[in-house]
């Protein structure tokens, strides 16, 4: 599912509305955003994006732009 945009991907795990989210969010930005959720938004991005993340990929994971770097660094289209 590579033509689905991060942001609809990271609402839905964090239970948002996909354009209160930006690159800038984070657990610091987002109170919904804590370490059990992290492991679960990780784990709907992977499927939605068909890629795997290695555990030190998800700790470096500590924004939504950070996900978009990891995922470009996958070659997954990021919309």
């Known amino acids: 599912m590579a ?8 609402g839905r795990a964090l239970n948002a509305k996909p354009d ?4 800038e969010t984070s657990p610091e930005t987002n109170r919904r955003w804590d370490s059990l959720r ?11 994006f ?3 993340f ?3 990929e998800i700790m ?4 939504v732009g950070d996900i978009r ?3 470009r ?5 990021v919309a």
Do not use: P, W, Y
């Open 20 to 23: 209160s989210i930006s690159d």
């Open 73 to 77: 660094e996958k070659g997954a289209e």
């Open 38 to 48: 992290h492991l679960d938004l990780m784990t709907e991005i992977e499927d939605a």
């Open 69 to 71: 770097r990891l995922l």
């Open 60 to 63: 470096q994971a500590r924004s």
């Open 3 to 10: 033509s689905r945009s991060l942001f609809d991907v990271v």
């Open 54 to 56: 290695t555990t030190a």
């Open 50 to 52: 068909s890629v795997r």
